[in-house]
């Protein structure tokens, strides 16, 4: 049987924001962490310049990718001193039997790093890329350096692009995806499945509208076959120099959808708020628990003597958010929890005079308009046996709520209690 991590292990980040339909996992040969050498190798430095050229040839990493995609994992992980770790089922377990040293990380990661990364790398001490096996998936690669040498995680990117339907996306979801104009936000921890379901909504406008979709991404993450919709994929660092910068030549560009992978800084914030109420559609990432929080990150990225104005902006633009986490399945895999916020004209005053604090409860009662609190979510999940009461208590951003929810259901969990 696989192993996590034991048990006051030092826990790893999460990145796992692929597909989030995982259904299980083979089971995989486990040894046991042996101690690290004592003297760590050193990784050196990349040279700038080497071409990726595959023409027909694989490289080695390849291999340890289909055995990933094989395990149905979600993320491999590669740090020097430890062997091959995978994300399955949102849990870390070790696959690896050999501990990787720095002439097996050379021979598994050099190869496959495009020139400009290369010296990204070099100068920065980390880059972020998109691999591909062909007939296999797509890979977003982090290779990044830390206290062991160097260190890479690669995120599988699935080459099917799933469908509204494959995903369940909800009617207020699918409703986004008709507007004309405004921001939309999906948002979620690392790992919660926003690409996934980002990608679902832009192939359901590709499939119902015929108009421009320019989506801006650091890396290119699905790639979208051209269907109704006339389609321009820019990757960041590639294509243009930065988001913010993509974003304002997107106005010159005739777009009716704009799609920003991550809105980062005030200046790609306050630009896409500007562009969404000139006419666009836009849609934006980030990385926030709920919808109410999103809002409040949105307006506290602006100084103090802007957030008025900025409230202003958002109340007449902002359209909704959809915040989203994943829970572990019973039997295996992942499936999404989502909280949903639909911006009508009494949240749009709300926002509008500062009273971003009364929103919850107007969520609450305004369930028939489309609006879901991310309990009632993790809660139906537990009634119709898909998930495990703990697991989806563990997922819940307001705990104590959500255990008195269970208690009305007559379920009961083992709650650790607070020192």
């Known amino acids: 049987m696989p192993h996590a991590l034991p048990h006051g292990s030092s826990p790893l980040p999460d990145f796992t ?20 050498e004592a003297n760590v190798i050193h990784f050196g430095a990349f040279i700038p310049g080497e071409t990726i050229d595959r023409n027909g040839r694989t490289f080695p990493i390849d291999a340890v990718l289909h055995d990933m995609v094989k395990h ?3 993320d491999l992980h590669l740090t020097m001193g430890e062997v091959m770790c995978m994300r399955i089922d949102g849990e870390i ?17 050099l190869p496959i790093i495009p020139p400009r990364n290369k010296e990204e790398f070099s100068k920065g001490n980390d880059t972020d890329f998109a691999y591909e096996v062909p007939g296999l998936a797509r890979f977003r690669v ?3 350096r830390d206290r062991m040498g160097v260190g890479a995680v690669m995120r599988q990117i699935p080459e099917k692009i799933l469908s509204a339907d494959d995903l369940g996306l909800p009617p ?39 108009e421009h979709i320019l989506t801006i ?25 930065s988001f913010s910068r993509a974003l304002r030549a997107a106005l010159r560009e005739d777009p009716d959808i704009i799609l920003i992978g991550e809105m980062r800084d005030l200046e790609t914030v306050e630009i896409a708020i500007e562009t969404a109420e000139t006419g666009h559609l836009v849609f934006g990432t980030l990385h926030t628990n709920t919808a109410i929080s999103t809002v409040d990150r949105l307006i506290d990225q602006f100084p103090a003597d802007q957030q008025s104005q900025i409230r202003v902006m958002l109340a007449e633009s902002l359209k909704g958010v959809v915040a989203q986490t994943l829970v572990r399945k019973k039997g295996g895999g992942r499936v999404a929890a989502l909280e949903i916020l639909v911006v009508d004209k009494a949240v749009a005053s709300l ?20 609006n879901v609190m991310l309990n009632d979510s993790l809660l139906n999940l ?28 007559g379920i009961t969990i083992e709650v650790a209690k607070s020192a």
């Not at 537990?382 to 009305?408: N, Q």
């Open 217 to 241: 991404e650091d890396p290119i993450e699905f790639v979208h076959k051209q269907k109704s919709c006339l389609l321009n994929q820019r990757e960041v660092h590639k294509h243009t120099q």
């Open 93 to 109: 377990e070790r696959t690896g039997k050999d501990i990787l040293v720095e002439d097996v990380m050379r021979s598994l990661l």
């Open 172 to 210: 207020a979801v699918r409703k986004f995806c008709e507007l004309s104009k405004g921001m939309v936000v999906v948002t979620g921890p690392t790992g919660s499945g926003k690409s996934t379901t980002l990608a679902g909504m832009v192939d359901l406008i590709n499939i119902t509208r015929q």
């Open 72 to 74: 149905k994992a979600s």
């Open 142 to 144: 982090n290779i990044f």
């Open 382 to 409: 537990v009634v119709k046996g898909i998930v495990d009461a703990k697991d989806a208590y563990m997922k819940a951003v307001d705990k104590e709520t959500f255990l008195s929810m269970l208690t009305a259901k």
């Open 351 to 370: 926002i509008r005079e500062g009273n971003t604090h009364m929103m919850g409860n107007h969520m609450q009662t305004q369930k028939a308009k489309g």
């Open 17 to 36: 924001d692929a597909d989030y339909h995982y259904q299980g996992a083979n089971s995989v040969a486990i040894t046991p962490k042996p101690e690290p």
